[in-house]
């Protein structure tokens, strides 16, 4: 795919367990784009803060640490990794301390311009003809101008049920809490529960992950019609 002048962006936010990167990924791999997980950023950033014995809610020891926090993401479907320095953290930042550490660092506002800025200038830098990129304000902050706007979402009970067959260490019962209060929190300083104007919602509560697919696809290349 030869250089081009911007990339086109599909954003897609949605509470935690809407199935937001599984799905934004199968649809970047078939459309040819490159995909973004944002939400990779904060949790790497956590896993690193941590990683220092820093409290993830000292908001000024945290920014200071912004200085080291030397990142990077692969944005190629199927070449996905997390790094920091030179540390692979692809699997850490998933560990339920990073996920209890996360939300904390989302609260931080000079965070979140820090890594809204890195994830424009990561996009900017694709080579593919667009870009999906997913998160919590992505449609409303970070890329309100992208040509399709999702929020993808399912009901508190499909996203509890799919989330805990992915996690057997933990019981269901922790798993659902973990999942209710990260999103409690987050809402604090994102709206990803409701759309915003312009922002199509795909419900997947009664959909499969394919059915999930096509609905978002279907949603592009309506969006795509209307543009051309
Ligand atoms: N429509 C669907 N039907 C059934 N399972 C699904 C569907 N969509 C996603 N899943 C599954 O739900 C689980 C959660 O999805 P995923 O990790 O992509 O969510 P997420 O929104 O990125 O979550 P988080 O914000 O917590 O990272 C995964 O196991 C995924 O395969
Ligand atoms: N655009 C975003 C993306 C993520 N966050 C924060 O990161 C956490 C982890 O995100 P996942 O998508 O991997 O679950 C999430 O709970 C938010 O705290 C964000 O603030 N904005």
Same mark, same amino acid.
């Given at each position: ?10 954003? =897609? ?23 973004? @997980? ?19 809610? @000292? ?18 479907? @199927? ?13 850490? /930042? ?10 904390? !660092?989302?609260? /931080? ?9 890195? $994830?424009?200038? =990561? ?9 999906? /990129? ?32 992915? =996690? ?31 922002? =199509?919602? !795909? ?5 499969? $992950? ?6 978002? /696809? @279907? !949603? ?9």
């Amino acid at each position: 795919m030869g250089r081009h002048s911007r990339p086109h962006l599909v954003a =897609i936010d949605g509470p935690a367990g809407s199935g937001k990167s599984s799905v934004s990924r199968a649809v970047a791999r078939r459309l040819g784009f490159d995909y973004l @997980d944002t939400g990779a950023a904060y949790r790497a950033l956590a896993w690193y803060v941590l990683s220092k014995k820093i409290d993830p809610a @000292d908001a000024p020891t945290v920014i200071a640490a912004l200085g080291g926090f030397d990142y990077s993401i692969g944005i190629e479907p @199927d070449r996905y990794y997390v790094q920091v320095g030179d540390t692979v953290v692809t699997d850490l /930042i998933r560990e339920p301390e990073v996920s209890a550490a996360v939300s904390a !660092v989302a609260h /931080i506002p000079e965070v979140r311009s820090y890594l809204t800025k890195l $994830f424009r200038t =990561i996009a900017a830098g694709s080579p593919r003809t667009g870009v999906v /990129i997913e998160g919590r304000d992505i449609t409303t902050v970070v890329a309100p101008e992208a040509e399709v706007r999702i929020l993808l979402t399912a009901s508190e009970e499909a996203r509890m049920v799919r989330r805990s067959a992915e =996690i057997s260490t933990q019981s269901a019962e922790t798993v659902a809490e973990q999942l209710r209060s990260r999103d409690r929190a987050d809402s604090q300083v994102v709206e990803f529960m409701s759309a915003a104007d312009g922002v =199509i919602t !795909v419900d997947s509560t009664h959909l499969d $992950f394919d059915q999930t697919i096509d609905a978002v /696809i @279907d !949603v592009i290349n309506t969006r795509r019609e209307e543009l051309a």
